[in-house]
């Protein structure tokens, strides 16, 4: 295929502070939701914790080398809130600070982009005490921790991500209770849902009140949603729901300031005059992050009574039983930029996130990932096709780095680009690292 990227395209590759740092309690680092979660027993795969993770809180010069090495010139990392503010809200902590100020300094020297995101999930649990984010308050806690950020770092830190996944955030950590904080209620997940989104808006604002020149977006999972039984119209409806969840209950707020009408009935005095104002923004760039293609069905037993289908037969799969259909993510891209007219708008998407776990072993000092290979170069290739459709598509990030605690599923699944061995914390780039070395520089 002719190369349709421009010289300017940015390539990179991400993580988060909760799945590679570790050091949950050190240097007075306060605790987080995620932290709770994981040690209370029972809800995560095989007891795992991040507790130490990746250990990338000590060897965070040799992981920048690494991405060095490898010629990675935009890394993605998330802050923890808990390192910078220990309560949430109050006394900031001069040795959270220094790290990731130590961190945001060895990735300029070594050419990296630094690209910051604001929250990947790990709210203090000092605010989740208070309510967390069911509490209309969080959003004034949420603009400090945005403005304290943007005081530290802004100086040097051009590329800012508000926040993470906001779907995965309010439904499986507050409409399914999977995650963490691990509520499973509807008004929880309705007034998280809430309450996210305006953050997401008003800290953008916080942060362009401060340095009107940063570029500062926002990363959203973008998936298509198919039912189990599309014969079956309580399966059909469930779709149309699990597609809100996951995409228009978040993506319609921030360009309509409405949810979609089944929410929007629900929201009662949740939603208050004036939110529909306070919900649109036009951020400067959207993070897009795919994986997987969902299929829905009826259940009496979860929230809007929809549930997780079983998968047609016959799709090939990652390790981790994710659907590997490089066109679903064509489709998604270029709905996104048509359904939203991204273009008239002037917003490009930047993906944020995609990869594949795949759990080759190393053997003998190698490992060789094709199948992350195959899985890359395919949804690269969507890349492509969308861009030819007039997607505003700037740049891309592989998820993720290196191997890391994989949230309800602890360390059973292996997402990196560089291998992980958790019992000696040894760092091996797999074939895939060395191949989109090998791409980027191409392209
Ligand atoms: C999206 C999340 O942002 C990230 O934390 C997670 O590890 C990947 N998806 C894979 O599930």
């Known amino acids: 295929m002719k190369n349709i990227f421009p010289k300017d395209f940015i390539w990179g590759t991400a993580t988060a502070a909760y799945q590679i740092e570790g050091a949950w309690n050190k240097d007075g680092k306060g605790e987080s939701i995620w932290d709770r979660f994981c040690h209370e027993e029972g809800n995560i795969l095989n007891g795992d914790t991040g507790d130490v993770a990746c250990d990338h809180y000590h060897k965070w010069e040799e992981d920048l080398d690494l991405l060095k090495d490898n010629n990675i010139k935009h890394y993605r990392f998330s802050i923890a809130w808990t390192r910078i503010i220990p309560n949430g809200t109050g006394d900031t902590s001069a040795a959270g600070i220094d790290f990731y100020s130590n961190l945001i300094d060895g990735m300029i020297e070594r050419g990296i982009t630094p690209w910051i995101t604001v929250y990947h ?43 993470n996944e906001p779907s995965v ?7 399914l209770g999977f995650h963490a904080p691990g509520f499973n209620e509807e008004s929880t997940y309705l007034k998280a849902l809430h309450h996210i989104n305006l953050s997401i808006a008003e800290g953008y604002r916080t942060a362009k009140s401060i ?11 973008l998936l298509p949603t198919y039912p189990e039984n599309e014969n079956n119209d309580e399966d059909v409806t469930a779709t149309k729901r699990m597609f809100e969840i996951w995409n228009t209950n978040h993506f319609d707020p921030l360009f309509t300031g409405a949810y979609p009408a089944f929410i929007q009935e629900k929201m009662g005095n949740i939603m208050q005059d004036g939110d529909d104002a306070k919900l649109q923004e036009n951020l400067d760039f959207i993070g897009v992050q795919h994986y997987n293609a969902l299929h829905s069905t009826h259940s009496e037993s979860h929230i809007f009574n929809v549930f997780f289908g079983e998968k047609p037969k016959g799709i090939p799969q990652t390790d981790y039983g994710w659907m590997i259909q490089p066109d679903d993510f064509e489709k998604c891209l270029v709905w996104l930029s048509d359904h939203y007219d991204l273009n008239k708008k002037n917003i490009p998407i930047v993906i944020t996130e995609n990869g594949a776990a795949f759990t080759d072993p190393v053997v003998d000092g190698a490992c060789n990932d094709e199948r992350r290979i195959d899985y890359l170069s395919g949804y690269i290739g969507a890349v492509e096709k969308a861009i030819k459709q007039s997607a505003p598509i700037q740049g891309y990030f592989v998820w993720s780095f290196m191997d890391n605690f994989e949230w309800a599923d602890g360390y059973s699944q292996r997402f990196g680009v560089v291998h992980v061995d958790y019992d000696t914390m040894k760092r091996t780039p797999k074939k895939s690292l060395l191949w989109f070395k090998d791409f980027t520089e191409k392209h």
């Open 169 to 175: 955030h309010s439904w499986l950590g507050h409409g």
């Open 211 to 221: 340095r009107p020149n940063l570029n500062v977006g926002s990363s959203y999972t």
């Open 121 to 163: 999930w790990d709210l203090p649990q000092a605010l989740q005490d208070k309510g967390g984010w069911t509490n209309r308050e969080s959003v004034e806690w949420f603009k400090n921790y945005v403005a304290t950020l943007v005081d530290l770092f802004g100086d040097r830190v051009n590329d800012w991500i508000i926040f």
